[in-house]
């Protein structure tokens, strides 16, 4: 059920990013809540920037790593249970498509989402760079760590 998130999420963050692309400059940045900015901003690295001068990289390893998530999670669905680990894959991977279909058919990611706030208001980010964050906040919860039995001696020792 929760794979169904994967397409809706990611078509948001699109709408999303189109709606923002449409305005025109002079009506951005609007300011909502008095802390949240929109305005459009064209990130052509990773996150902050990084590695901008790499363009190949900076298009290719997402596909990389979501294919490696899409192969995980796609393990993962026909078995019982996991079921905040898939969800975790599912925003994850929601996130991460929205970001490549930006890089391959824009050559750039669009973010459009800044906080206005002293020390974050130079992040800027989108909706699918929250699924991501979200994600893989989650994704430990989802992971039920074993615990090793201690046999117990079941025979008293008398000496």
């Not at 990013?17 to 008095?34: C, I, Q």
């Not at 929601?94 to 206005?116: C, E, M, P």
């Amino acid at each position: 059920m929760s794979v169904i998130l994967i397409p809706i999420l990611s078509c948001l963050d699109l709408i999303l990013k189109y709606a923002v692309g449409s305005f025109d400059d002079k009506d951005l940045p609007r300011t909502f809540a008095k802390k949240i900015e929109i305005d459009k901003f064209h990130n052509n690295g990773f996150p902050f920037g990084n590695m901008k001068e790499n363009q190949k990289a900076v298009k290719y390893v997402p596909v990389l790593i979501t294919s490696v998530l899409v192969g995980f999670l796609s393990f993962l669905l026909p078995k019982k249970g996991n079921k905040i680990k898939k969800l975790s894959l599912c925003l994850i991977i929601a996130g991460a498509l929205s970001n490549i279909f930006d890089r391959f058919t824009r050559g750039y990611v669009v973010d459009y989402i800044r906080i206005k706030v002293k020390g974050l208001d130079k992040v800027i980010f989108n909706l699918g760079d929250i699924f991501i964050l979200v994600g893989s906040l989650m994704m430990p919860f989802g992971t039920k760590k074993k615990i090793k039995e201690i046999p117990v001696d079941t025979k008293a020792t008398e000496e």
